[in-house]
């Protein structure tokens, strides 16, 4: 069957029962999609099926065939990062990130039906979303600032991704002797 994600066709011999979310991660190589719950629960497997928030994991891959997915992965270009990420990243949303992507979908679809939600439109929306590290407040103060930057920051809102960097060359790790015994040990 024919799956369109990201704007790219893919062809998948799966069974059509297949939930999306492992179609994505071990058909087509795209991980950013994260499994949570199973149960559409947590909402890390959130994309947009149709431009509508869908959780992958309970999304039987047949029921999508030849309808345009969108993944964390497609949100961006090489060049420009959606304002969304771009506002994730200004007030350091993530702790550990694993929900992230999901948050970010749901953001997106948010700002899509609601341009300029208040407070409580934001938590009603984002309440299907957990975020197990407790990022709420900055999850909400991102949702506002990329409102701002959809609703006047220059070309669609677009901020430029940062421009990529070399890695550094490996270091030598040094194992640090902690300075007082660990916990439960004799001194």
């Not at 087509?28 to 994260?34: A, C, S």
């Not at 304002?83 to 700002?111: D, F, H, K, R, T």
């Not at 677009?158 to 070399?166: Q, S």
Request: hydrophobic residues 40%; neutral net charge; aromatic residues 4%.
């Amino acid at each position: 069957m024919k799956l369109v994600v990201n704007g790219k066709s893919f062809e998948v011999a799966v069974p059509t029962d297949t939930p999306l979310l492992w179609v994505l991660r071990e058909e087509v190589g795209l991980t950013g999609t994260k499994f949570g719950c199973g149960k559409a629960l947590c909402g890390a497997c959130t994309v947009h099926v149709d431009g509508q928030p869908r959780r992958s994991c309970v999304t039987a891959v047949g029921d999508v065939a030849d309808r345009p997915i969108t993944t964390i992965e497609g949100l961006a270009t090489e060049a420009v990062l959606h304002p969304v990420q771009a506002a994730w990243i200004e007030e350091n949303v993530p702790q550990c990130g694993y929900c992230q992507a999901g948050q970010i979908m749901s953001a997106v679809a948010l700002l899509r039906a609601k341009p300029r939600p208040s407070d409580a439109e934001i938590d009603d929306a984002m309440s299907a979303n957990l975020c197990r590290c407790g990022t709420y407040p900055r999850i909400r103060r991102a949702v506002h600032r990329a409102a701002a930057l959809l609703n006047g920051a220059g070309p669609e809102g677009a901020t430029p991704a940062a421009p990529a960097t070399p890695a550094a060359p490996a270091t030598p790790v040094t194992p640090v002797t902690p300075a007082t015994p660990a916990m439960g040990a004799k001194p």
